[in-house]
């Protein structure tokens, strides 16, 4: 098994999605934020960067995340990024439709870009990355695109040639919606990624 | 909306907060500092610590004593959030609402709820059609509690707790109360009732203080 660190804020709803015992299992190390730029992460395998961190603490840990990268390490983006410290970023925020399955004949106008990619096989379905989004990425032009909008926005990219580890970049925010109780899918996403994370093909 | 108290509100610096981006908080009327400034920031002159959900309340309970002295001055904190660490006096962690319908998350004011007077169930509840917004769970309310909304099942959503400290501490499991504007929903009377409720509220302690 792949060993995991997760940088923690310290909120409410990372408190409670990482500390759910099935996905903490698969959590060899959570890291306080604060305490981040002092604590060693050479052992890890994968650093997983949650969405809704201190702007300050994140910027500060720029360096050592992109580090971690150029020793190979692979490193999970969850939600949205109005701060700048992802390779080559392009973040472009929307409005949010948190209605959109009200709607007559209801599109999440998610699209499955690359549907044999091992994340799809046995891991994770489109309905388990299926909520809302609060933006897209442009990603570089060498990056794979996992999910995109129908305007072909990426949701979920990957990155395996800005360093020399790998990105996995999403604009979804599953650590917020688990933690605060709110969007069923988000915890049949973490009962596929996290598995995924541990021994899948990336 | 001006008022004559001295508000400070913490910011988590968190993606939702910018620009308002989930919840905007429409008015200028709280000071606004980082939360690990806290550490450092005077109290003396404010009346009103507002404390939002997305905090670190590993850090805030750390500051815990900073909290209680604050509190002892007859002053006022109002936590909107899920508390997980004890670092507000009486106030035990957050339970999620047992959802076995969407019933479940309906809130109701009590009758002695100035600040959701007028406030409709519907409109807390529901958001374009969608329930749950407004509030998934609850924390105990400390015995002589004033409950101000509740889920049907009597969860207290809201409350306010003027016995375990000299001042007052208003506890709601949800969202930031002065984020509730501009909706053209009865949920808009929120904030404004909310300031005044703090403003007499701050009054009061003052009062209570001079005697």
Known sequence: MRKIGVIYSGNESHYRTFHEPKFNQYITKLIYHPDFLETDIEDLDVLIVPSQLNYKLLLASETKIHAFAEKGGIIVAFGPQPWNWLPAQKWEERPTNFWWWLDKEASSGLVLQNPTHPLFNDYLTLAECTWH???????????????????????????????????????????????????????RFFEGFFPYLAYGTI | MSISFSMLKLDPGHAFGVNGRMQKDTGDEARIIEQYDFAQEDLNEVDVLIIPNFIDQEFLYRQQEKIAAFLAKKKIVVYCGHLFREWLPGCGPFMPQLIRNYKDYEVFPTEQSVIFEGVTTADMTFKKGVAGFFARGYHHAPAHAEVLLTFANGKPVTYVDRCSTNGTILVHAGRDLLGYADENKSTDLIRPQFLAWLEAEVQALKEDGEQ
């Open chain 1, 133 to 187: 989004q609060h933006g897209v990425f442009w990603p570089p032009e060498h990056s794979d695109i996992l999910i995109s909008t129908e305007d072909g926005g990426a949701v979920m990219y990957v990155d395996s040639q800005s360093s020399e580890g790998t990105w996995i970049i999403t604009t979804l925010d599953p650590d917020f919606h688990f933690g605060s109780y709110f969007m069923p899918a988000t915890e």
